[in-house]
T-cell receptor, first 108, second 119 residues
Framework: RKEVEQDPGPFNVPEGATVAFNCTYS??????FFWYRQDCRKEPKLLMS???SGNEDGRFTAQLNRASQYISLLIRDSKLSDSATYLC?????????FGSGTRLSIRP | GAVVSQHPSWVICKSGTSVKIECRSL??????MFWYRQFPKQSLMLMAT?????????EQGVEKDKFLINHASLTLSTLTVTSAHPEDSSFYIC???????????????FGPGTRLTVL
């Protein structure tokens, strides 16, 4: 089993739709969790950190479920500019592990 | 926010030459930096963890003698691809951990990447 797993997609949804991704992790001792966004041929950019209490930033909501060992990202009212690959990142004590990414494509 | 730079942004070289890529944290000190490689349409693959003042830790399958890492200061790590071959052509990205001392506030910031093409 991979340490971090994501549905690779692609998710193809219409503009304005709500879309959600999950990411599961295997190490219960994992400490920090993040969602990154990566555009084609660019470096990943931090989208948001994921806290136990859940956090929201505009149209984006991230949640952590430690009991079931997964994190989620919800995008509401999706825009064309949201099209990208979304990477979940899990930080251990000295190791950083990436999910393989979920490709999202928003169509007009 | 924290910024990480990489130099060069792209490089083309002949097979057999060595290429050095620099990764700098511009407004924070990073005791730990990470080097990744990304092939087209694939995810980032961690190559090694660079620790200031000590040897780098390489992931399984990554040749330490081919990918030399030097973390000479708290703001600079270098990756040297020795005797590069066409199969080493890839997008190399570094990241640095803000290392605030609390996992609650630590964040990874990525450099813009270096595109290496070996002919």
């Amino acid at each position: 089993r991979k340490e971090v797993e994501q549905d690779p997609g692609p998710f193809n949804v219409p503009e304005g739709a709500t879309v959600a991704f999950n990411c599961t992790y295997s190490n219960s001792a994992s400490q920090s969790f993040f969602w990154y966004r990566q555009d084609c041929r660019k470096e990943p950019k931090l989208l948001m950190s994921v806290y136990s209490s859940g956090n929201e930033d505009g149209r984006f909501t991230a949640q952590l479920n430690r009991a079931s060992q997964y994190i989620s990202l919800l995008i509401r009212d999706s825009k064309l500019s949201d099209s990208a690959t979304y990477l979940c990142v899990v930080l251990g004590t000295s190791k950083i592990i990436f999910g393989s990414g979920t490709r999202l494509s928003i169509r007009p | 926010g924290a910024v990480v730079s990489q130099h060069p942004s792209w490089v083309i070289c002949k097979s057999g030459t060595s290429v050095k890529i620099e990764c700098r944290s511009l407004d924070f000190q990073a005791t730990t930096m990470f080097w990744y490689r990304q092939f087209p349409k694939q995810s980032l693959m961690l190559m090694a963890t660079s620790n200031e003042g000590s040897k780098a830790t390489y992931e399984q399958g990554v040749e330490k003698d081919k990918f030399l890492i030097n973390h000479a200061s708290l703001t600079l790590s270098t990756l040297t691809v020795t005797s590069a071959h066409p199969e080493d052509s890839s997008f190399y990205i570094c990241s640095a951990n803000t290392a605030t001392g609390s996992y609650l506030t630590d964040t990874q910031y990525f450099g813009p990447g270096t595109r290496l093409t070996v002919l």
